[in-house]
């Protein structure tokens, strides 16, 4: 069965390569381009333009979407930590001199911009009586020595509790939609080389209810517990 599918964002790249082969799969796939992120969408890819930031901007994405795909079947939010550290509007909070400063805006974007967004997906899918959310966090890569060493005094401390934080909010949408039509999915990464087993876990239908789980991207099928 062919899926409408939105996915964010543009940043994240293996936000891209799931639109990429859901696309190729016969799938019809947006992805959101945030403002600030400065992340262009691949050609062939279709893109809707969102503001982190924004409340207005999360409420009027659900709208643009099925504008543009008729439908949205599936929304996947993805938080990658080492792709957003790279970002020119967040890398400055890796700064001493600059964290204070930008700390807030990376809050907003990062806590507050993701919150409205599945919020806005959760009541939706709610009210139609159908639809899914997948939250995909990708796990940090594990440093070397040197690396580390390196970089204790430039940790972003203000995305490193974004990052806790959109665990926690994946979470907590689960289990406030654990009696409700839509469905809710938690999975972890560990980058760009799982894309082919998410675009798999996305496409296919699931019909797993209760208390949600985080699976572990191939580990022992799609509904397991790690």
């Given at each position: 069965m062919s899926l409408s599918v939105l996915i964010a964002d543009a940043s994240v790249p293996v936000a891209v390569s799931l639109a990429s082969a859901l696309t190729s799969g016969g799938h019809r796939a947006a992805l959101?381009?945030?403002?600030?992120?400065?992340?262009?969408?691949?050609?062939?890819?279709?893109?809707?333009?969102?503001?982190?930031?924004?409340?207005?901007?999360?409420r009027t994405v659900p709208v643009a979407a099925v504008n543009l795909l008729s439908s949205v079947d599936c929304a996947v939010v993805v938080f990658d930590y080492d792709a957003f550290s790279r970002l020119p509007?967040?890398?400055?909070?890796?700064?001493?001199?600059?964290?204070?400063?930008?700390?807030?805006?990376?809050?907003?974007?990062?806590?507050?911009?993701y919150a409205h967004l599945a919020g806005e997906f959760a009541g939706r899918f709610t009210r139609e009586g159908k639809g899914r959310i997948v939250f995909a966090l990708v796990?940090?890569?594990?440093?070397?020595?040197?690396?580390?060493?390196?970089?204790?005094?430039?940790?972003?401390?203000?995305?490193?509790?974004?990052?806790?934080?959109?665990?926690r909010l994946a979470?907590?949408?689960?289990?406030?939609?654990?009696?409700?039509?839509?469905?809710?999915?938690?999975?972890?990464?560990?980058?760009?080389?799982?894309?082919?087993?998410?675009c798999s876990f996305v496409a296919s239908p699931t019909a797993q209810r209760g208390p949600a789980r985080w699976v572990k991207a191939g580990k022992g099928g799609f509904f397991s517990k790690f």
């Amino acid at each position: 069965m062919s899926l409408s599918v939105l996915i964010a964002d543009a940043s994240v790249p293996v936000a891209v390569s799931l639109a990429s082969a859901l696309t190729s799969g016969g799938h019809r796939a947006a992805l959101l381009s945030s403002v600030s992120a400065e992340s262009p969408v691949p050609e062939g890819l279709q893109a809707i333009p969102w503001n982190r930031q924004s409340l207005l901007s999360a409420r009027t994405v659900p709208v643009a979407a099925v504008n543009l795909l008729s439908s949205v079947d599936c929304a996947v939010v993805v938080f990658d930590y080492d792709a957003f550290s790279r970002l020119p509007s967040v890398v400055e909070g890796s700064r001493p001199d600059r964290a204070a400063a930008v700390s807030a805006g990376i809050v907003d974007s990062y806590v507050t911009g993701y919150a409205h967004l599945a919020g806005e997906f959760a009541g939706r899918f709610t009210r139609e009586g159908k639809g899914r959310i997948v939250f995909a966090l990708v796990e940090r890569k594990v440093p070397s020595e040197e690396e580390r060493l390196s970089q204790n005094d430039r940790r972003n401390v203000a995305l490193s509790v974004a990052e806790g934080a959109f665990e926690r909010l994946a979470e907590e949408i689960a289990a406030s939609c654990e009696r409700s039509p839509a469905q809710v999915s938690l999975v972890k990464l560990e980058g760009d080389c799982d894309k082919d087993w998410l675009c798999s876990f996305v496409a296919s239908p699931t019909a797993q209810r209760g208390p949600a789980r985080w699976v572990k991207a191939g580990k022992g099928g799609f509904f397991s517990k790690f």
